[in-house]
């Protein structure tokens, strides 16, 4: 099992390192050639002019060994109600065939937005697992909301 997550802000890496202490599965960060602003104003557009363009963002890093990982736990931020354009990169890079995709986001009040629909259009052959959704960073329900959805998936630890 592999969790892979894209954070601009470091609420989806926190969601994503509390899945790791959990599962003990390998973390890997999708990080990009050219990164986005650390400038709030500036990554808002940005990223909407990489959403308008459907961009493909380059990404800096690879997994190694992604036929090892039956299941891809996948994070991302809620951006314009979908996913973060990297996410788009990450998901055409590999092959998903016969692999599970379980999604985690961190969200501002929208919840997944599209993005459900959109990972599943970028990966059609991948099996989706049940997604989980936290506002922000989590608060102090993360650690038993990340436990819940895990045992929703089958996941065993
Ligand atoms: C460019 C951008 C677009 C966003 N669009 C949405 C949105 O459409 N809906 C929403 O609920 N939150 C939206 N947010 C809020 C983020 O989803 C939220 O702050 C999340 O916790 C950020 O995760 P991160 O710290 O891992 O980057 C947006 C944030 C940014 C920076």
């Known amino acids: 099992m592999l969790i892979a997550y894209f ?3 470091g609420n989806t890496e926190g969601i994503a390192e509390e899945v790791g202490r959990q599962t003990g599965a390998d973390l890997f960060e999708i990080t990009l050639v050219d990164p986005y602003s650390s400038d709030y104003n500036t990554v808002l557009e940005e990223s909407q002019r990489d959403q308008n363009e459907q961009a493909r963002p380059a990404l800096a890093g690879q997994v190694e060994n992604m036929e090892q ?3 891809v736990l996948l994070g991302y931020p809620n951006w314009w109600a979908s996913i973060p354009m990297p ?3 990450f998901l055409e890079e590999y092959d998903f065939g016969g692999k599970t995709i379980i999604p985690f986001c961190s969200h501002g009040g ?5 993005s459900l629909t959109a990972i599943a259009k970028l990966a059609p052959d991948a099996v989706m697992g049940e997604g989980l959704s936290v506002h922000y960073a989590g ?3 993360l650690s038993s909301d990340v436990r819940a959805w895990l045992e929703t998936n089958g996941i065993e630890y």
């Open 87 to 89: 996410i788009a990169s």
């Open 110 to 114: 929208g919840r997944f937005g599209q």
């Open 139 to 141: 608060g102090t329900t």
């Open 7 to 9: 954070s601009w802000g």
């Open 69 to 71: 990982y039956a299941t």
